[in-house]
C-alpha cells in the first residue's frame, strides 16, 4: 500500500503473538484485557480494540472478516454516525495513556536495536554482563533493560524456531 508505514516483521510478529495470547512474545499487552477465550470471546468481555485485530488478521490473511467483527463494526460506524460518540476512543476504547503510550513507543524503539546490538557484539564480546553494560550506556537505558530485553526475544525466536514459523 503507498504511504502506508514500513513495518518490522519481527516487531509486527511480537505484536501479533502477544494479541494472539503467546506468553513467549516479548511484547506486553493492555493488562485490563487478558487473553482470555477466542478474539470474539474478548470482544464480548469488554475489549473493543480487539475487534480491529480480528479485522487486520483476517486481512492479512486474505480471509472474510467473522460475521461478528462484521456486525461489531457496522454496530460503531452506525453509532458514531448517529452522534453517540464524540470520538473514535468511545467506539474502539482509548489506545494509552499518555504515559503507557510513550513507555510502549521507547521499547519500540529500544528492544530489537538492543537484541540486534547484542547479536552483532556477540561475535567478539561474550554475552553477558560487560556486553549488556557496553550496550546499555551506547543506548542510554541501562544493562538491565538490554538484559531483559535480549533475553526476552531471544525466548520469543526460540520458541518460534522450534515450531517451525519463523518470522
Known sequence: ??????????????IDAAVMGDPTSPWDI???HPVIGTLQDRFN???RQILLWAL???ARE???????????LGDVLYEAATGKFESWDEG???IFARKKRTTMYKKKREMLA????VIELSKDISIGYILFARIGEELAIGKNRVAEYYGRVKKYLEKKDKIGTGI
Open 30 to 32: 493492555d493488562p485490563k
Open 92 to 94: 474502539f476504547g482509548r
Open 62 to 72: 486474505r480471509k472474510p472478516a467473522p460475521e461478528w467483527a462484521t456486525e461489531a
Open 56 to 58: 487486520k488478521f483476517s
Open 114 to 117: 538492543a537484541y540486534n546490538r
Open 1 to 14: 500500500m503507498r504511504g502506508a508505514p514500513k513495518r518490522d516483521a519481527l516487531l509486527e510478529g511480537m
Open 45 to 47: 468481555a469488554g475489549d
